[in-house]
């Protein structure tokens, strides 16, 4: 352990527990400045990340993604997991879940001046956000590993704004309030899905960092009772990753689907399957060609066949041929 612990956090850069309790407090040290920069910097950067969602500029997400504060309370709460400090991470689980609800509300409020919602449900920066799959977990838990190393390391603060890009909470947030100011609540529970993930996946991480680099032996004696905090956490990591898993699954199932759907309309000339989609219970297939298509009822039972629990197929089927 010492070995691994000079090498991920080196003794000469390693900030102390007064340190990090300073940045990641907002009550202790000047209060009133701090709280005021995290609620300013939080509102505002909600009014950009829902601006470049309705907007569809990457660029401007990207900008919300800087800016936003709400990963001081994150991290605070894997520091008052490590150090058994109630108060610490019931200020800070208080500030994240306050967070949650002043983004989504912002959201909802410019939703409603939409003048054509579902143009806004079909863009990229909302389609990108509503169906996250195992492989955001992974790059969450990776970048809440570099988001604890930065914040307690002096020489490595430099990297924050990219872990900001790269964890992304007040998006998805933003991404919540338009759907469901829109009235699409599936696509926003896909939304907060993806945030959870971050959010559970950067507690974690930072508290497994925080642990290895010792702070927990800072900490005083008598505060010392984590086991059920390390079990809610391990009990919310599964409850984000069974989704995402769902959406990994469905993923893979649907490009079996359009496999099968290629083999039904082989002997169809020109006809093609432009998309296919796996939503819950229902399997959409597009396909371009003739007016006359194969037996829907064949490709029915092979669809039956690759997913467990025989989704409805829908066929979305436009007459013509593409032409070169």
């Known amino acids: 352990m010492p070995a691994m612990l000079s090498f991920l956090v080196p003794q000469e850069q390693r900030r102390s527990l007064d340190e990090l309790t300073d940045k990641l407090d907002l009550s202790v040290g000047q209060v009133a400045s701090k709280r005021s920069a995290f609620w300013i910097m939080l ?49 800070s689980l208080l500030l994240v879940l306050s967070g949650i609800v002043v983004v989504v509300a912002l959201g909802f409020l410019f939703a409603q001046v939409l003048p054509n919602p579902v143009n806004v449900l079909s863009n990229a920066q909302v389609v990108g956000r509503t169906s996250p799959k195992l492989m955001d977990l ?35 947030l933003g991404v919540v309030g338009v759907c469901l100011g829109s009235h699409a609540p599936a696509l926003a529970g896909g939304a907060f899905v993806l945030f959870a993930s971050n959010v559970v996946a950067m507690i974690i991480t930072s508290t497994i960092v925080l642990l290895i680099a010792g702070y927990a032996g800072e900490a005083d004696p008598a505060t010392m009772r984590r086991g059920r905090a390390y079990l809610v956490l ?13 959406n990994s699954l469905s993923t893979l199932w649907a490009g079996q689907i359009a496999d099968a759907a290629g083999d039904w309309l082989r002997d169809t000339p020109d006809a093609q399957v432009m998309d296919v989609t796996l939503h819950s219970d ?16 064949e490709l029915q039972r092979k669809v039956d066949e690759l997913v467990p629990w025989d989704p409805k197929l829908v066929i979305i089927h ?7």
């Open 234 to 246: 391990g009990a919310a990591l599964v409850l984000v990753a069974i989704p995402m898993m769902l």
């Open 138 to 172: 992974t790059a969450a838990i990776a970048t809440g590993i570099v988001a604890a190393i930065a914040i307690t390391r002096r020489d490595v603060g430099d990297v924050l704004p990219g872990v900001a890009i790269a964890i992304s909470l007040v998006p998805p």
């Open 43 to 91: 509102v505002m950067s909600a009014v950009i990340a829902i601006s470049g969602v309705i907007g569809d500029s990457t660029a401007t997400v990207i900008g919300a993604m800087i800016v936003a504060p709400l990963s001081i309370p994150i991290l605070g709460v894997a520091l008052g997991v490590v150090t058994g400090r109630g108060p610490l991470l019931g200020r």
């Open 318 to 324: 436009t007459v013509g041929g593409r032409v070169q």
């Open 282 to 297: 229902v399997a959409t297939v597009s396909v371009l060609g003739p007016a006359q298509l194969p037996p829907r009822e």
